[in-house]
C-alpha cells in the first residue's frame, strides 16, 4: 500500500521525479472507489498508438505490438508491461492502458492508499 499523509490524501500530487519517456506527460492524484483510496497515476506519451483490439495483450509476456506493414523501430524484450503489472498487483493496485490506436498512448496505475491521519 501507499502511505500518504491525510492532508496530501486529498489533493493532487506532482510527481517531479518520475521517470517519462520525452513527449510524455504525466499525473498523479486521488480517487476512491467503494470506500477504499487510490493514489492514480497516469503516463501520456504521443507516439503511434496501440490499437485498441490489442491493448489487453499488451501486457502478457513477450508481446509487442503487431501493425502490419508498419515497421516502428521500437524493440524490446516485451516484458516491461508485464513486470510494471505484476509489481503493481503485488501491492494491490492495477494498471491499464488506453489508445485509439492512432495518437498516442495513457497508461493508468492506480495503488490503494492507506492514510496516516496522524501526519
Do not use: W
Not at 67 to 81: D, I, M
Not at 107 to 118: A, H, I, K, T, W
Request: hydrophobic share 35%.
Amino acid at each position: 500500500m501507499l502511505t500518504i499523509g491525510q492532508e496530501g490524501a486529498s489533493s493532487a500530487y506532482h510527481l517531479s521525479n518520475l521517470s517519462v519517456p520525452k513527449k510524455a506527460a504525466s499525473c498523479a492524484s486521488c480517487g476512491e472507489v467503494n470506500d477504499t483510496r487510490y493514489a492514480i497515476i497516469s503516463v501520456q506519451d504521443s507516439g503511434m498508438g496501440i490499437p485498441p483490439d490489442q491493448l489487453e495483450q499488451i501486457f502478457d509476456r513477450n508481446y509487442k505490438v503487431d501493425r502490419p506493414g508498419v515497421e516502428t523501430g521500437v524493440e524490446g524484450s516485451g516484458l516491461g508491461l508485464t513486470i510494471c503489472r505484476e509489481i503493481v498487483q503485488a501491492h494491490g493496485g492495477m494498471v491499464r492502458a488506453e489508445s485509439d490506436g492512432k495518437t498516442g498512448a495513457i497508461f493508468y496505475v492506480s495503488l490503494p492508499c492507506m492514510v496516516n491521519e496522524g501526519r
